[in-house]
């Protein structure tokens, strides 16, 4: 079922590569601000088209990383839990955050361990899928847990590469997933083939242009233009795929989805 979804993404007006906090970023290699910031308006057009809401969060100035919005918290049943960032060189998005949800008039706790958001908890059916070994903490799964009042289902990333849930497991409906395997630990892996025996199993070549860090509304699913099997694979199991090329976020480890946080009234 699609039905019309709320996101909350930051222009990335102050967007730069300028420290390395994940092996996709090179801050002696040449970005361009300018192109980030059309790719991204181009993403929220898509967003707009499709129907759904887009708030907008202002940019602060020396934090580059703000645009990605789905690291600001996770908000289900308009109760938004914060987030306590694992670098220094973010922690002050926590705040800014946080502020917003709470303009916005939601509830908001913050976390007393690690917890990057949405990066790493995502929400699929009733379950929240929770990542930890890069990022979000083991510890912060059990907080998330009381807060939101869901069943938290923790999942061992292993690879750097795939340092947040978000970037090896997209969240596609009610009842399915797509993902990359190797990017968990054995165990994990049979977890997710235990919950979700129909997932559509991602190649490393889609993972690689962050083909997995997309955005679902249940059918339409808003993913890195380059994941070319990645979207053949989604169109034959039922869904819509619409490629967007974000590629310059990418320079920092990012793809549409982190520039996406859903707000859930
Ligand atoms: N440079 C950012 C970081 O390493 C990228 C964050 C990507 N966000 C995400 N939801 N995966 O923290």
């Not at 993972?207 to 997995?212: K, Y």
């Given at each position: 079922m699609t039905a019309k979804r709320r996101y909350l993404m930051c222009r990335p007006t102050h967007f730069a590569v300028t420290y390395r906090i994940n092996p996709w970023m090179d801050p002696t290699a040449p970005y361009d601000n300018a192109l980030a910031v059309s790719q991204w308006e181009n993403l929220r057009k898509v967003f707009l088209e499709l129907g759904h809401t887009v708030d907008l969060i202002d940019p602060l100035p020396g934090l580059p990383d703000m645009v990605f919005a789905a690291n600001g918290g996770t908000i289900i049943d308009g109760r938004a839990l914060g987030v306590q960032f694992r670098d220094a060189e973010r922690a002050d998005e926590a705040p800014a955050y946080a502020d917003w949800f709470r303009a916005a008039g939601f509830e908001v706790e913050m976390p007393k361990h690690t917890n990057e958001g949405e990066g790493d908890i995502l929400l699929s059916g009733d379950l929240l899928l929770a990542g930890t070994g890069f990022r979000t903490s083991h510890a912060s799964h059990a907080e998330t847990q009381e807060f939101l009042r869901r069943p938290v289902i923790t999942l061992q990333l292993v690879d750097p590469a795939y340092y947040h849930l978000d970037t090896a497991l997209c969240v596609l409906d009610e009842t399915n997933i797509a993902y990359l395997p190797s990017a968990f630990s054995p165990g994990s892996q049979s977890?997710?083939?235990?919950?979700?025996?129909?997932?559509?199993?991602?190649?490393?070549?889609?993972?690689?242009?962050?083909?997995?860090?997309?955005?679902?509304?249940?059918?339409?699913v808003v993913l890195p233009v380059q994941a070319v099997q990645l979207a053949e694979a989604l169109r034959k199991g039922g869904y819509h795929p619409i490629g967007v090329d974000v590629s310059e976020l990418r320079k920092a480890g990012g793809g549409p989805k982190c520039c996406t946080l859903e707000v859930r009234s």
């Open positions: 977890v997710l083939r235990q919950l979700f025996p129909n997932a559509i199993i991602a190649t490393p070549e889609d993972a690689a242009v962050l083909g997995l860090n997309a955005v679902s509304d249940g059918r339409n």
